[in-house]
């Protein structure tokens, strides 16, 4: 069955780093966007990132910029999220998320169980 | 960035009832619109893409419909594994966006 599984979550301290793993099985992961979702304890989703079915295109909020770094191994059926100086306000479940289309347009259909980051001194 | 506001925030119902919840864009958004429900504890799960395409699965008492800046998702007589919160998300441009959520309980 087509399924995501994260990876990589813990606590870490402000401006320290963490690298998000997520990998896919049960479609063809060289021909959907992947995204990744976060979300606050006690709030909403917020859309993080996108890349595209090739890797060629990657688009971020404008709160991770500059800080996260999404990347795609299409060998391993894998998708990144590198996050740097990171912040209190980073601290969210973050979800890996499948797009029905190559990059983003349709939205995400399929989504991993999230992992937990806790950013925190 | 495209806010999306959705309303209401939160709603009571009960099993049977027929519930519409609606989600406005601040500009045009075309029907790159799509629908989620999620569970105390757990991930999204899709229930419509484009808004109105039902996705896999997704019983067929729920429904989409809009195009433009104003859309709505009914669900017909709500059953009991219903009660979640429910998100609409904007695929029209960067950064997509999410409405605030609309809880809906008993």
């Known amino acids: 069955q087509v399924q995501l599984v994260e990876s990589g979550g813990g606590v870490v301290q402000p401006g320290r780093s963490l690298r998000l793993s997520c990998v896919a099985s049960?479609?063809?992961?060289?021909?959907?966007?992947m995204h990744w979702v976060r979300q606050a304890p006690g709030k909403g989703l917020e859309w993080v990132a996108v890349?595209?079915?090739?890797?060629?295109?990657?688009k971020y909020v404008d709160s991770v910029k500059g800080r996260f770094t999404i990347s795609r191994d299409n060998s391993k059926n894998t998708v990144h999220l590198q996050m740097d100086s990171l912040r209190p306000e980073d601290t969210a479940v973050y979800y890996c998320a499948k797009d029905k289309s190559d990059y983003y347009h349709y939205g995400m259909d399929v989504w991993g169980q999230g992992t937990t980051v806790t950013v925190s001194s | 960035d495209i806010q999306m506001t959705q309303s209401p925030s939160s709603l009571s119902a009960s099993v049977g009832d027929r519930v519409t919840i609606t989600c406005r864009a601040s500009?045009?958004?075309?029907?790159?619109l799509a629908w989620y429900q999620q569970k105390p504890g757990k991930a999204p799960k899709v229930l419509i893409s484009?808004?109105?395409t039902l996705a896999g699965g997704v019983p067929s008492r729920f429904s989409g419909s809009g195009s433009g800046t104003d859309f709505t998702l009914t669900i017909s007589s709500l059953q009991p594994e219903d009660f979640a919160t429910y998100y609409c998300?904007?695929?029209?441009?960067?950064?997509?966006?999410f409405g605030q959520g609309t809880r809906l309980d008993i």
């Open positions: 890349i595209s079915y090739d890797g060629t295109q990657a």
């Open positions: 998300l904007q695929s029209d441009s960067f950064p997509l966006t």
């Open positions: 484009i808004a109105s």
């Open positions: 049960g479609f063809t992961f060289i021909h959907s966007g």
């Open positions: 500009q045009a958004i075309r029907t790159w």
